[in-house]
């Protein structure tokens, strides 16, 4: 790559780097890393229904999951200006072949070509792609369903019998018969003026 294309790059990694600082800063300045009871206003949220508190959650975790796009971005664009200065930029870091200049233009911070890319963004990066702490989710906290293995020992499956068990509801006697009047909570809602004026001598 010339030289003057590298300076291109350059400027706009040290623009775009720029600008996400800015982001990074405005996101701490307008809240996001408060504490959340700052943002409801309340001492605790002990006392409340997890419902209640549902809508802060969500703006909550929305706003770390934009800092942490943020940071990836800045992370990436980071080892781009390292390149640059070791002189590997624009060079994919998987193949080794150079990078689409189309690529480099959109994506002046991407480290892999755009078929590396495709080939590490497949389906099954989101499958195995699964949280840290499942790692050390063992008995009696994982899935555990031995039914395959022939195990007799207690596993999840039991557990969720014995769990079960509990949600048995006992058949309601109900007087299905009964013609249903909108407006009604009671059976004797449902007797008219005409069955009391019946009852006069």
């Known amino acids: 790559m010339d030289s003057n294309k590298l300076k291109q790059y ?16 405005s996101m701490y300045e307008n809240g996001l890393a408060s504490p959340q009871r700052e943002e409801v206003g309340e001492l605790s949220v ?27 971005m800045l992370y990436q664009i980071d080892r781009a200006l390292e390149n640059i200065e070791k002189g590997t930029y624009g060079k994919c870091e998987v193949c080794g072949r150079e990078i689409e200049e189309e690529r480099l233009n959109l994506l002046p911070y991407a480290l892999r070509c755009s078929n590396c890319e495709k080939e590490m963004i497949n389906h099954n990066t989101f499958r195995y792609d699964r949280p840290a702490e499942e790692e050390v989710l063992n008995y009696p906290f994982g899935r555990t369903f031995n039914d395959i293995s022939e195990s007799v020992e207690y596993d999840g499956e039991d557990a969720w019998q014995d769990v079960d068990e509990f949600n048995k509801i006992p058949k309601m006697k109900r007087n299905y018969e009964d013609e249903y009047i909108s407006g009604t909570v009671d059976e004797t809602d449902n007797i008219s003026n005409q069955q009391y004026k019946n009852q006069l001598p």
């Open 10 to 25: 350059k400027e706009k990694l040290k623009k775009e780097r720029q600008r996400i600082l800015q982001t990074i800063d």
């Open 46 to 72: 002990n006392d409340n229904h997890p419902a209640d508190m549902g809508t802060e959650m969500f703006d909550k975790e929305r706003g770390y999951a934009l800092l942490s796009n943020e940071k990836d």
